[in-house]
């Protein structure tokens, strides 16, 4: 894999096209024309490096094509650049730090890639950072989200029991993630009701959000009395990148 961050934002045709998630076999033919890879995957300033693994292991459980950049690589691609992908990945992190650490060039280029046609998946972090986060937001959604009411007793970490909207309730890893009341159509909510997972259009483009960690391995569980739940989270993270790649709705609540 080679990261979007070692190569100038001009050749940006020549870094889609060096995915090291395939196998080298896959690879096309030295003649053939170059294919983007359809995911970027934000692992700059702000994110958490160990769900940047997480999601990179999803990613490449499923062999979908992806590169990832850093803060500086991000900010030097334009909205025309940015939409040569089909999916911005944002996971989780610090919401805050990751604001602070992009331009504000760069924030509205991602509005305005996903208004032209780029879908977003945003994760906790990356979910807070869509919205109207005065931390230099994306500001997808016109909403500032909020942290879950875990929050204020002092919790940091737990497994949260969610109900989606095929009505499968399952545990799954939050972590000082937010409850996203007021925008798109609710996936998936926590126990007290309030959303924990919704889906919605921002112009030609389709937006996924999550306040919970469903890609989180079991490993991150330990000791939170959630024996296995990875299993069933996981297949639901992998539902929503799906979904969040092609664009399409999922049963909401």
Not at 53 to 72: G, I, M, P
Not at 202 to 229: F, I, K, R, S
Request: with cysteine; proline share 6%.
């Amino acid at each position: 894999m080679k990261e979007l961050s070692q190569l100038a934002a001009g050749a940006l045709l020549a870094v889609v096209a060096l995915v090291g998630c395939q196998p080298r076999a896959e690879q096309p033919a030295a003649s053939a024309a170059p294919t983007p890879a359809p995911i970027l995957l934000f692992d700059g300033t702000g994110t958490s490096p160990n769900d940047v693994v997480a999601v990179r292991a999803l990613l490449d459980r499923e062999k979908l094509r992806y590169v990832t950049a850093d803060s500086a690589a991000l900010d030097r691609l334009t909205t025309q650049q940015l939409g040569q992908f089909d999916l911005l990945i944002i996971p989780g992190g610090n919401f805050e730090e990751m604001g602070k650490a992009l331009k504000p060039a760069t924030t509205a280029a991602i509005r305005a890639a996903v208004q032209g046609g780029v879908n977003y998946l945003g994760i906790c972090a990356g979910a807070f950072i869509a919205g109207d986060s005065p931390y230099n937001g994306i500001n997808l959604t016109g909403k500032r989200f909020g942290f879950h009411a875990e929050s204020e007793t002092g919790v940091r970490k737990t497994a949260v029991r969610l109900e989606n909207g095929d009505g499968t309730r399952f545990k799954t890893y939050w972590e000082d993630g937010p409850e996203l009341s007021g925008w798109g159509t609710v996936l998936a909510q926590y126990q007290d009701d309030t959303p924990a997972v919704v889906q919605g259009k921002v112009g030609a483009g389709w937006v996924v959000l999550t306040g919970v960690h469903l890609e989180a391995p079991q490993n991150w569980y330990d000791g939170l009395d959630a024996p296995d739940a990875a299993v069933t989270s996981t297949a639901y993270a992998l539902e929503l990148i799906h979904a969040a790649l092609n664009g399409e709705a999922l049963p909401y609540l």
